[in-house]
T-cell receptor
Framework: DTGVSQNPRHKITKRGQNVTFRCDPI?????LYWYRQTLGQGPEFLTY????????KSRLLSDRFSAERPKGSFSTLEIQRTEQGDSAMYLCASSSSGNSNQPQHFGDGTRLSIL | AQTVTQSQPEMSVQEAETVTLSCTYD???????LFWYKQPPSRQMILVIRQEAYKQQNATENRFSVNFQKAAKSFSLKISDSQLGDAAMYFC????????????FGAGTRLTVKP
């Protein structure tokens, strides 16, 4: 297994457009997380899935954001009507369940630039 | 709410020397987990070391060790025999044992290693 995979690596789009990112977690991991990271800051939690169920959403996740994990494997994060402030690195992470100290394994991220 | 503070935006160290990165956190919980993650430029974030709050013994992973002071809510990372490949952003992170889906990160410390 090659780890958490995210596509695309970079996305440049005009303000107002919709964008969708994909995350493929480590295959045996049933937990999947989305984070947003802006320049000079640490990642900020957006949302979390256990299998196909979205169990938690941060207040950062406005109505324009939606995440899915339909079959409990890969996940997508969609941003509708993008705004300048959406420019950031979007990170996906996965972990196994069991002991709650299981570390999260991160992907390379998708860097979103809004023109 | 839990917060994580990294007071050193940038640090530098001479190759083969030792450097300590600081991290403090704020929580009212007694059981939690602390992590240090490394994020090299344009590469994915990887786990360096983790500590369970209920363990008094400081975690060690090869050249990386922590100084966990629970009463002071301090969790510093010591890198011994620094190598050029250690250059990266280092993030301290906190995760509650009650809600282990929400990991809080500090703003990061950029470590430069001088040859």
């Amino acid at each position: 297994d090659t780890g958490v995979s995210q596509n695309p690596r970079h996305k440049i789009t005009k303000r107002g457009q919709n964008v969708t990112f994909r995350c493929d977690p480590i295959s045996e991991h049933n937990r999947l997380y989305w984070y947003r990271q802006t320049l000079g800051q640490g990642p900020e939690f957006l949302t979390y899935f256990q299998n196909e169920a979205q169990l938690e959403k941060s207040r950062l996740l406005s109505d324009r954001f939606s995440a899915e994990r339909p079959k409990g494997s890969f996940s997508t994060l969609e941003i509708q009507r993008t705004e300048q402030g959406d420019s950031a690195m979007y990170l996906c992470a996965s972990s196994s369940s069991g002991n709650s100290n299981q570390p999260q394994h991160f992907g390379d991220g998708t860097r979103l630039s809004i023109l | 709410a839990q917060t994580v503070t990294q007071s050193q935006p940038e640090m530098s160290v001479q190759e083969a020397e030792t450097v300590t990165l600081s991290c403090t956190y704020d929580t009212s919980e007694s059981d939690y987990y602390l992590f240090w993650y490394k994020q090299p430029p344009s590469r994915q974030m990887i786990l360096v070391i983790r500590q369970e709050a209920y363990k008094q013994q400081n975690a060690t992973e090869n050249r990386f060790s922590v100084n966990f002071q629970k009463a002071a809510k301090s969790f510093s990372l010591k890198i011994s025999d620094s190598q050029l490949g250690d250059a990266a952003m280092y993030f301290c992170a906190y995760r509650s044992s009650l809600n282990n889906n929400d990991m809080r990160f500090g703003a990061g410390t950029r470590l430069t290693v001088k040859p």
